[in-house]
């Protein structure tokens, strides 16, 4: 477990490097994400090295996210003054977000009968 914790730990801080050499406008945790899934996908990190320390940090997920939900109490005034645009804005994302998924859900399982159908007049069936 530890050896998975140091990996994902060192991902990370390979991230954070790259996000602030190359200036980009990524943060270092979406690219440490990137990196580790391209070091799963090649075989050079293999899932059950990682897997444990993976879990244990998606169970304690609430706890990571303690340090975000508390400075938004700090910025609470700012968030008062745009209240309306705040919650439209939430609405109006998670709405769209809703409508997207049920699109690519939809397309997948289309695809998905269309290949089980070619796939059973191809053997005969």
């Known amino acids: ?25 990524i943060p270092g945790n979406v690219i440490g994400f990137a990196l580790l899934f391209l070091l799963l ?3 050079i990190v293999s899932l059950d090295k990682v897997e444990e320390s993976a879990d ?10 303690l340090p975000a939900v ?10 008062n003054r745009q209240l309306a645009a705040f919650v439209v804005a939430s609405f109006a994302s998670t709405f769209l977000v809703m409508v997207v998924s049920a699109k690519v859900v939809d397309l997948l399982a289309r695809r998905a009968v269309e290949a089980k159908a070619r796939t ?6």
Do not use: D
């Not at 530890?2 to 050499?21: C, D, K, Q």
């Not at 244990?56 to 996210?65: S, T």
């Not at 059973?120 to 069936?125: A, P, Y």
């Open 41 to 43: 996908i090649s075989g």
């Open 56 to 65: 244990l940090l998606v169970k304690n997920m609430l706890f990571l996210f």
């Open 70 to 79: 508390v400075s938004t109490v700090t910025v609470f005034g700012v968030i």
């Open 120 to 125: 059973s007049r191809q053997r005969g069936f």
């Open 1 to 25: 477990m530890i050896r998975g914790l140091g990996i994902l730990v060192g991902l990370l801080f390979a991230g954070e490097a790259v996000s602030r050499y190359l200036h980009l406008p």
